[in-house]
């Protein structure tokens, strides 16, 4: 039995900081050992957000000791977290599924003329939620981030019948849609 996805954090200031990291993996590797419950130390890894203090921590068991590798990138729960906090990588990876390897590629081959009833259906079920997964957690902030999820529904909004030559504004309107920046203030206030 493997435990998957435990995190442990600690703020880090001073080398003291980090030895203490270190002892709060020591005491989770026992704690491990006592319930029979082992950490593939292949699979760990570590990230710093916001410091650079290069410091190797280590996991120890029967096989040896293994110094656990550094990362600047990690998914969990299906968003990707950067050291930088910078939630670029989410937003190309989100448009992409939605994109034509994803999603909309697969709606613009098996549906050719959609009207604006079926084409809400389809966009409402199957492309906004993969713009908008936890999106609470990542949110975007920066103006390429924000036009990279929104080319995504500007070029859906062009799959409904009559819409290509339409401006993208007239079709959101006719289509009782709004940008996604703005559905994203309108939940923020909700909170």
């Given at each position: 039995m493997f435990a998957d996805d435990t995190k442990v954090w600690r703020v880090i200031e001073t080398d003291l900081d980090c030895d203490a990291l270190q002892m709060?993996?020591?005491?989770?590797?026992?704690w491990s050992d006592q319930w029979l419950i082992r950490f593939n130390p292949q699979k760990c890894k570590v990230m710093s957000l916001g410091h650079s203090r290069q410091y190797n921590y280590v996991m120890a068991d029967a096989a040896g000791t293994f110094v656990?590798?550094?990362?600047?990138?990690?998914?969990?729960?299906?968003?990707?977290?950067?050291?930088?906090?910078?939630p670029t990588s989410q937003c190309v990876k989100a448009a992409a599924k939605a994109r034509s390897v994803g999603i909309l590629g697969v709606v613009r081959s098996y549906f050719k003329r959609l009207d604006p009833q079926d084409f809400l259906i389809i966009y409402k079920s199957f492309i906004r939620p993969h713009l908008e997964y936890c999106i609470q957690a990542w949110s975007p902030y920066?103006?390429?981030?924000i036009c990279c999820l929104e080319s995504v529904q500007r070029a859906a909004t062009r799959l409904v019948r009559g819409f290509r030559n339409v401006p993208y504004e007239d079709?959101?309107?006719?289509?009782?849609?709004?940008?996604?920046?703005?559905?994203?203030?309108?939940?923020?206030?909700?909170?």
């Open positions: 709060d993996i020591d005491a989770l590797l026992k656990i590798e550094r990362t600047t990138e990690e998914r969990d729960l299906g968003v990707i977290i950067t050291d930088n906090l910078k920066q103006q390429k981030n079709r959101l309107h006719i289509l009782g849609l709004t940008t996604l920046a703005v559905r994203r203030k309108r939940s923020r206030r909700s909170y």
